[in-house]
């Protein structure tokens, strides 16, 4: 953990006018995953997306995603094709694989060595598709760990700022990592 800290601050002074652009440009960023246009990106040439799971698809901890994020999900897939919808994320588990695998034949969960922002897992989708750098898209809710990992990978990031949360259910966890993103957006 704290080598994963450690590396995560070196890279993020390195590539800190990149991070920077994320919270200017607004291209490089939308409020919530619904309304990520995603034929505007699929005719841009993306060809595979790499969505986070906590804050993207569902808030922190959840193992099931909402209907409307359901919907939205069978429509990337649609678009995407089987086999090019990849879900990252730092907590990875075998309930979540299993959801995935039950209700979203042709999406993989990666289970990562190293956590991001260590790009192993990006690099990993490249390797696996043998699509370009420039044909991938992460959609993630954090600077510091997703969008940096797809800075690093040099491949195309995303960046959502309104991420889905659960104060009901999660407030410590939320409210941690609540504090993270705010620290996050303020830095950079």
């Known amino acids: 953990m704290i080598n994963r800290i450690k590396y995560a601050l070196a890279m993020a002074f390195r590539h800190r006018k990149a991070l920077s652009a994320y919270r200017r440009d607004k291209t490089l960023q939308g409020q919530s995953i619904l309304t990520l246009d995603l034929m505007l990106f699929r005719t841009t040439g993306i060809k595979i997306i790499a969505l986070d ?11 099931e995603i909402d209907l409307e994020i359901r919907n939205w999900l069978n429509r990337c897939i649609h678009i995407f094709g089987a086999g ?39 690099l990993s989708i490249l390797q696996k598709t043998g699509v370009s750098p420039s044909e991938l898209l992460v959609v993630d ?23 889905l949360v659960d104060l009901h259910n ?3 966890s939320e409210l941690f990592i609540m504090s993270l993103r705010k620290l996050e957006r303020w830095v950079f």
């Open 170 to 172: 999660r407030r410590l």
């Open 53 to 63: 799971f906590d804050g993207v698809l569902a808030s922190h901890g959840a193992t």
């Open 84 to 122: 090019h919808v990849f879900i990252l994320t730092n907590k990875p588990s075998r309930e979540r694989s299993d959801y995935f695998s039950k209700h979203f034949s042709g999406v993989e969960f990666i289970f990562p060595k190293r956590k991001k922002p260590y790009p192993d897992s990006i």
């Open 141 to 163: 809710d954090r600077l510091l760990t997703g969008i940096l990992a797809a800075i690093i990978a040099g491949v195309r990031g995303y960046y959502m700022t309104k991420p």
